[in-house]
């Protein structure tokens, strides 16, 4: 059973930056994309950030535009391992963000059922 290992998670303040890693626990499992969703108390999942691990050197990344500009999503290759980079982060991105793997296509790379295997949510929290 493939899992995906999330961390980073943390308490900040507002305006501040934080980095989220996720790495899968075998490192070939056939997923060609992997990306960030976010969940807050009482809301559905939102999708953040995508990326695919072909697409040249910058994985073709796909945003929600609620956080294009401030996130950014970047791949390692070498250790299989995604990132999410925060920046000005603000009270609204309070949540559990969750890692996930799978084999989107064009149509569902920004929903959850795109996605096969999800890690187990580290908790982001933004408050002064």
């Known amino acids: 059973q493939v899992y995906l290992v999330e961390s980073g998670g943390g308490s900040v303040q507002p305006g501040d930056s934080l980095r989220l890693s996720c790495a899968p626990s075998e490192r070939t499992f056939g997923a060609h994309a992997m990306g960030w969703f976010r969940q807050a108390p009482g809301k559905e999942r939102e999708f953040l950030a995508a990326?695919?691990?072909?697409?040249?050197?910058?994985?073709?990344?796909y945003y929600a535009d609620s956080v294009k500009g401030r996130f950014s999503i970047s791949r390692d290759k070498a250790t299989n391992t995604i990132y999410l980079q925060m920046n000005s982060l603000e009270v609204d991105d309070t949540a559990v963000y969750y890692c996930?793997?799978?084999?989107?296509?064009?149509?569902?790379?920004?929903?959850?059922?795109?996605?096969?295997?999800w890690g187990q949510g580290t908790q982001v929290t933004v408050s002064s």
């Open positions: 990326i695919r691990w072909s697409g040249g050197s910058t994985g073709n990344p």
């Open positions: 996930a793997a799978g084999n989107p296509i064009l149509s569902t790379i920004r929903t959850v059922r795109g996605y096969r295997y």
